[in-house]
């Protein structure tokens, strides 16, 4: 299993920015695959999870803001994320997962998001 996020960046607050992950090694198509984030000095936080079947959730703190999405072609998991907060502020991981438990060991090396001015 390999996975490798990227398109994170310094964003100001009420921006909007797509982070990516590609991931090989594993049949893709009929895996859950999920989100998580981790705060400066905070714990691993599930942010979202896309099911084989195209179903999505989402963490209360982002419902309405972020929208998970797959290509199964192109094996790549998305994360549109808008109206970005500073709390959005983290690294973000991907993961071969329908949910992610705070203190997982994820396998990426992930992708820093900073919202600021």
């Known amino acids: 299993v390999q996975l490798v996020e990227s398109g994170g960046g310094l964003v100001q607050p009420g921006g909007s920015l797509r982070i990516s992950c590609a991931a090989s090694?594993?049949?893709?198509?009929?895996?859950?695959m999920s989100w998580a984030r981790q705060a400066p000095g905070k714990g691993l936080e599930w942010v979202s999870s896309?099911?084989?079947?195209?179903?999505?959730h989402y963490a209360d703190s982002v419902q309405g803001r972020f929208t998970i999405s797959r290509d199964n072609v192109k094996n790549m998991v998305y994360l549109q994320m808008n109206s970005l907060k500073p709390d959005d502020t983290a690294v973000y991981y991907c993961?071969?997962?329908?949910?992610?438990?705070?203190?997982?060991?994820?396998r990426g090396q992930g992708t820093q998001v900073t919202v600021s001015l």
């Open positions: 993961a071969k997962a329908g949910y992610v438990r705070p203190g997982t060991a994820l």
């Open positions: 090694g594993f049949t893709f198509s009929s895996s859950p």
């Open positions: 896309i099911f084989p079947d195209g179903s999505t």
